[in-house]
């Protein structure tokens, strides 16, 4: 599976989703985050929490034993495509920046995404 920033956030910050996105992640085959998304959810931590949170984030990554997946020609390539078919004021996903680049690095894993939210649910993206 692979991880969106929406996750990441809510479980370094203990919201609501975080004990059920724990229990998928345990019990997933392969668990992976594109490092785009890694860049991201640090953002939006470190905004949230203060502070530099690259390495909490660093730590949860590790503890996950995620794999971070670079992102390559393919990847930014796909990432265009979903703005495209599934971006905000395009389609009713409304998906981001940040979205698409889940959206890529899952499309490209062959991978489902596990994601807070409505918006994944409206793309052709398989989920966890």
């Not at 599976?1 to 956030?9: E, G, H, R």
């Not at 905004?47 to 730590?59: E, T």
């Not at 930014?76 to 703005?83: F, I, K, N, T």
Request: hydrophobic share 50%.
């Amino acid at each position: 599976m692979i991880l969106d920033t929406s996750v990441l956030v809510a479980i370094m910050l203990d919201e609501p989703e975080r004990d059920t996105f724990i229990a998928r992640i345990s019990t997933a085959h392969t668990v992976a985050v594109g490092a785009p998304t890694l860049v991201e959810a640090g953002l939006v931590l470190s905004s949230r929490m203060g502070l530099d949170a690259s390495a909490l984030l660093a730590h949860l990554v590790a503890t996950m034993d995620a794999v971070v997946i670079e992102f390559g020609p393919q990847h930014w390539q796909e990432a265009v495509s979903a703005w495209w078919r599934f971006g905000e004021g395009r389609h009713a996903a409304g998906l981001n920046f940040g979205d698409c680049l889940a959206y890529a690095a899952a499309r490209i894993a062959r991978e489902p995404l596990l994601a807070k939210g409505d918006d994944f649910p409206k793309t052709d993206i398989p989920l966890a």
